[in-house]
């Protein structure tokens, strides 16, 4: 996953933290969620839901999902 910086510095940032100039990282995209996100994620549990929300962000050629 590449974010942009806030200093427009593009780098992988999965496990990088802070961007190198101390500042945050955003993503080169938003993405979209399902139509019916809510209905189909109102029963996960936390972990469930949280691995829903990454995997719109990490691709599995970064981190398989079953790793997130």
Do not use: R
């Not at 427009?8 to 995209?29: K, M, N, R, S, W």
């Amino acid at each position: 996953m590449h974010h942009i910086g806030l200093h427009d510095i593009q780098i992988p940032t999965v496990f990088a933290g802070l961007a190198p100039d101390g500042g945050l990282y955003i993503p080169e995209h938003i993405p979209e969620l399902l139509f019916n996100w809510k209905t189909a994620w109102s029963t996960h549990s936390f972990i469930d839901l949280s691995v829903e929300i990454l995997s719109l962000y990490i691709s599995p050629e970064e981190i398989f999902i079953c790793n997130l």
